[in-house]
């Protein structure tokens, strides 16, 4: 039995709309007689869905996604953004959008279907890879 949306402890319709999904994709790889795969941690889903299964439960909160679910950066990027907000949270998406590429990369879903995100000095680009 899978779960989904605020059953599971996620807030808000993207939340919801995201775990819905991937539930829908672990069912489709039981089905197919496949193990199914989380998302990278450094990935805002990732996180969300690692909080909501390993958070303290005596003192579990429902949650949205937020920066501060995801993993910090490492020791010389954060002395690199200490003071750029912008910046910082800039890197952790292209952390992210690195992470999601390699995950689709390793055969969880179909090479080519996930857009890259370029990211520089606080700018997104999309560029399909």
């Not at 439960?57 to 200490?82: G, V």
């Not at 952790?92 to 990211?119: D, M, N, Y």
Request: hydrophobic share 45%; proline share 4%.
């Amino acid at each position: 039995m899978l779960f989904a949306g605020q059953i599971c402890g996620v807030e808000g319709y993207v939340e919801s709309i995201a775990t819905g999904m991937m539930a829908g994709m672990h069912a489709a790889a039981v089905a197919c007689g496949e193990t199914p795969r989380a998302l990278p941690r450094a990935t805002a889903l990732g996180s969300l869905c690692h909080y909501i299964t390993h958070a303290n439960p005596a003192n579990y909160q429902p949650a949205n996604i937020t920066f501060d679910l995801l993993p910090s950066l490492d020791e010389e990027a954060r002395k690199r953004f200490r003071k750029d907000r912008k910046a910082r949270h800039a890197e952790v998406c292209r952390v992210a959008a690195a992470a999601l590429l390699e995950w689709e990369k390793a055969g969880s879903i179909e090479a080519g279907s996930i857009e890259a995100v370029s990211i520089e000095a606080g700018s997104a680009e999309a560029a399909r890879q």
